[in-house]
């Protein structure tokens, strides 16, 4: 079972930008499709962009052109570079793999805050 470790978040303004890191142990990265995730407050989580085993990557009409989700086998890690943050994208971040459910195993999380 996935045991996700996100960091990387903070306090930003308008139009800056972050890169959050996951470190997943118990399971292999490349041999998983992983996907960043995200809660504001009030709302569900979502599914802000993934990359698949064959490395195809895939993002949320909300981040796309913004967002890039990548991986680093040799670390075992999944990263998410944001650009051109906005005010909407103030959530706490998440990585797992692109199954989980409401009852996976899910990681603290990062908080991303975004100023306008």
């Known amino acids: 079972q996935v045991q996700p470790v996100e960091s990387g978040g903070g306090l930003v303004q308008a139009g800056g930008s972050l890169r959050l890191s996951c470190v997943a142990s118990?399971?292999?990265?490349?041999?998983?499709?992983m996907g960043w995730y995200r809660q504001a407050p009030g709302k569900q989580r979502e599914l802000v962009a993934g990359?698949?085993?064959?490395?195809?990557?895939n993002y949320a009409d909300s981040v796309k052109g913004r967002f890039a989700i990548s991986r680093d086998s040799a670390k075992n890690a999944v990263f998410l570079q944001m650009n051109s943050l906005k005010p909407e994208d103030t959530a706490v971040y998440y990585c797992?793999?692109?199954?989980?459910?409401?009852?996976?195993?899910w990681g603290q999380g990062t908080q991303v805050t975004v100023s306008s």
């Open positions: 990359i698949t085993r064959s490395g195809n990557t």
């Open positions: 118990g399971i292999i990265v490349r041999f998983n499709d």
């Open positions: 797992n793999v692109l199954s989980a459910r409401s009852n996976s195993n």
